[in-house]
């Protein structure tokens, strides 16, 4: 046999070796289930998916807000060491904008899922979805968002509008520049 | 070497004002052949040669891991804390000492650094890494799973998208080039390819987009269009240089998408969820947003903009003597081939085109040169590059034009260095 001969048919062999296994018997993955994957799905988009069961108000989240958040942020979500989180709502066209949760953030689920990933910095993940919910509620009504007796939960929180929701131009895809 | 021992120039060899040397000269004289430039007359003599210590006696062991030179001690990242202590230990950022470097690589111990919440010491046997949401079936790998796929090889730089944020000050900042424009480094990455991964896993047709997350405190996570994996160039790096990441870049894996902003190439990779929209995650709604003079936000802007600076002469590299000098920088852009640099000596009133490689690399780190005759007089260096899309690097008053003001994310402006007459060099806006 040729030596050309013989390449051929490796290479229609191996063809048949790849098309007669299925993708997932190449991988050296792990099938895993989404359940087994739950602690670390934490993702909220604006639709609110994935926001888990709870609730709170900001009366709560002001108690959370003083033992957990505040020495960082200031007593009432400005003026500490780690930035305002709480002010500035209009104020984005002044060139002495400031830049805050209530003034600038589109969604009100990015509040939750930032908390709950990242906060407080030292100890992310000890807070409850209670806490976390009722620390979201507790920035929205400081920043005049929501009323005082608003309650946050996976229904409410996405349906909160943000004052700057229409703030952003999204420069993706890339034709749109 | 003084100006008086290099051969005149002629009138076209002249590339642009105040003593820019065109690269003809450069090749008629032949440097480094002392013998073209008529160099025999007229040299410094050197002392008597010494026999140096070390090279009478056997020097130092065999070493596991090999260290620079005690002399390059000076060699590191300037480091710059984003908290004061204790309210955000760890969330900061350290800048490759750009002018302290030469050819295009960036040494792994010297490549910037950025986290958001320090860097965490993972195990690599207890490391996970899974591809799950809108997919056939959920997949989880170990790095050594990983470690047995066919790897791919990129060269590409990462660059922060808040690289230069200091010249964004309404004063110039005097700062060296690695302290202005260091939050960028170059390397050569070694991984799998993402596109093969999400294949196994079973991307469905509602997949538009991928949420890429950190395993560290601060679980970094970035909405990525699926393009960019899939028909893309996204990859899972677990090499750097030939070597193993380290863990300051997101030991043992992170996500590298060549040309896109850093905070996108997430370190520390734990996950990648397929999802059919954008989750706006915090850092990509708060930060890694730029704010216009309108009050509107360009977001999702992840292509980094066509750039360059040079990095000698610049601030704390001074210069001596009055004669050859050879202005020498970097260029990229993050949309593909840096095609031409131009260097200026007047402050932009005339430009020269720099010596470049006939092949340059897509969304990598390009060296230029340019020799330069400086006869002691005040000067303001520039550089200005284009890319192969035709973008050209903008001045600082027309990238800021639309932005408001602090706004520093995307920072792609000319520097311009101020030479004094004295060789002192400054930051200077023009």
């Known amino acids: 046999m040729s030596m050309s001969k013989l390449g051929s048919l490796l290479v229609v062999a191996a063809a048949a070796v790849s098309l007669s296994m299925p993708a997932l018997a190449q991988s050296q993955g792990k099938v895993v289930s989404e359940s087994d994957l739950a602690k670390w799905d934490i993702s909220i988009g604006p639709d609110g998916v994935g926001l888990p069961a709870g609730s709170g108000t900001s009366a709560k989240g002001a108690t959370v807000w003083s033992e957990q958040c505040s020495a960082c942020h200031g007593e009432n979500g400005k003026g500490g060491p780690a930035g305002d989180l709480v002010g500035g709502v209009g104020s984005l066209k002044s060139p002495e904008h400031i830049k805050t949760v209530g003034s600038f953030w589109p969604y009100s689920t990015t509040v939750f899922d930032y908390v709950r990933r990242a906060m407080p910095y030292n100890a992310p993940g000890s807070l409850s979805d209670d806490e976390v919910y009722a620390i979201v509620a507790y920035l929205l009504n400081r920043n005049k968002i929501i009323a005082d007796d608003a309650v946050m939960n996976a229904e409410s929180l996405p349906k909160v509008k943000m004052p700057n929701a229409d703030g952003f131009i999204s420069y993706w895809p890339l034709t749109k520049q | ?430």
């Open chain 2, 1 to 430: 070497m003084t100006s008086s021992k290099l051969p005149p120039l002629s009138t076209e060899e002249h590339a642009a004002g105040n003593g820019l040397v065109s690269r003809r000269w450069l090749l008629r004289t032949g440097l480094p052949a002392a013998s073209a430039l008529g160099l025999s007359s007229g040299l410094v003599h050197a002392k008597e040669l010494e026999v140096p210590d070390w090279s009478t006696s056997p020097g130092l062991d065999l070493t596991g891991y090999g260290q620079p030179s005690p002399f390059e001690s000076e060699v590191v990242r300037p480091k710059l804390p984003l908290f004061p202590e204790g309210i955000g230990d760890g969330s900061g950022v350290s800048f490759t000492p750009l002018e302290k470097l030469a050819g295009t690589i960036t040494p792994n111990g010297l490549f910037f650094e950025r986290h958001h919440s320090g860097i965490p010491e993972i195990d690599p046997a207890k490391h996970q890494f899974a591809i799950h949401g809108l997919v056939e079936r959920p997949l989880v790998f170990t790095v050594e799973a990983l470690l047995r796929y066919p790897m791919v090889t990129k060269t590409c730089f990462i660059e922060c998208a808040g690289n230069s944020l200091f010249n964004s000050f309404d004063e110039a900042q005097q700062r060296t080039a690695g302290e202005i424009h260091g939050l960028i480094g170059n390397a050569e990455w070694a991984g799998v390819s993402l596109a093969q991964l999400l294949d196994e896993a079973g991307v469905s047709p509602q997949g538009k987009w991928l949420v890429a997350e950190g395993a560290d405190a601060a679980k970094m996570s970035r909405s990525i269009p699926i393009e960019k994996a899939i028909n893309g160039d996204a990859f899972i790096a677990l090499y750097q240089n030939g070597e193993r990441i380290r863990p300051e870049q997101g030991y043992p894996m992170r996500l590298v998408v060549p040309g896109w902003q850093g905070s996108m190439n997430v370190k520390w990779l734990r996950r990648i969820k397929v999802v059919s929209a954008p989750v706006y995650t915090k850092d990509e709604t708060s930060k890694y947003t730029l704010l216009q003079k309108d009050g509107k936000s360009r977001q999702f802007t992840y292509e980094m903009g066509v750039k360059s600076v040079i990095t000698s002469p610049s601030p704390g590299k001074e210069l001596g003597a009055k004669g050859l000098y050879q202005i020498s920088g970097l260029a990229w852009s993050g949309a593909g081939r840096i095609t031409r640099v131009e260097v200026s000596a007047d402050g932009g009133v005339t430009w020269a085109d720099a010596m470049i490689p006939d092949q340059t690399p897509a969304r990598a780190l390009t060296r230029f040169q340019l020799p330069w005759q400086w006869g002691g007089q005040p000067a303001v260096l520039m550089s200005r590059a284009t890319d192969e899309t035709g973008a050209v690097q903008p001045t600082r008053e027309a990238w800021y034009e639309p932005y408001a003001a602090n706004q520093l994310f995307h920072q792609n402006a000319i520097q311009a260095w101020a030479v004094s007459n004295n060789g002192g060099i400054s930051n200077v806006y023009v």
